[in-house]
């Protein structure tokens, strides 16, 4: 039922010529359906890319965080990874990176404000450290060597 809702709702998109946004916590409909992921924590953008490249390679620990929590990513049998701690309340937002709390890559520059940042080639990401961090998606394990795969494809 699903999979024929969202057939149809591509069709209406295709046939009247008019974009088509989806807002969902299930990564298979936008891996199957979206051309572009928008990634959110805490009511900040803190990602964009095409759906491939937040796949592949994503630039900021809460998408991959996200991602490697997929049941169908995680090893047999194994504990299911997840994110550590909680969203903060609305009323009492952190100052800097919203998911420095909860981040295994924070360091005392999260402190600061962390503005949308253009990465290149059309992906933004609100993470100061992204060009250093070498962070594992959907496609990867967390010891590969994500930015060589990339690089050479």
């Not at 591509?10 to 974009?19: F, G, M, P």
């Not at 803190?46 to 049941?71: F, N």
Request: proline share 8%; with cysteine; charged share 20%.
């Amino acid at each position: 039922m699903q999979a024929q809702i969202l057939e149809l709702l591509r069709d209406i998109s295709e046939t009247s010529k008019t974009a088509l946004m989806l807002i969902t916590h299930d990564l298979g409909v936008v891996a199957e359906t979206c051309t572009r992921m928008i990634t959110m924590y805490a009511g900040e953008v803190i990602e964009d890319a095409t759906v491939d490249e937040a796949l592949v390679r994503p630039l900021h620990p809460y998408t991959s965080g996200l991602l490697r929590s997929l049941p169908h990513l995680s090893p047999r049998h194994g504990r299911l990874p997840s994110i550590p701690g909680r969203v903060p309340s609305i009323a009492e937002m952190p100052n800097g990176c919203r998911f420095r709390a909860r981040c295994a890559h924070a360091t005392k520059g999260c402190e600061a404000e962390q503005k949308l940042q253009d990465a290149g080639g059309g992906r933004r990401v609100r993470c100061w450290r992204f060009a250093e961090l070498n962070l594992p998606g959907a496609l990867h394990p967390p010891s590969a060597p994500v930015a060589a795969k990339v690089a050479t494809q």
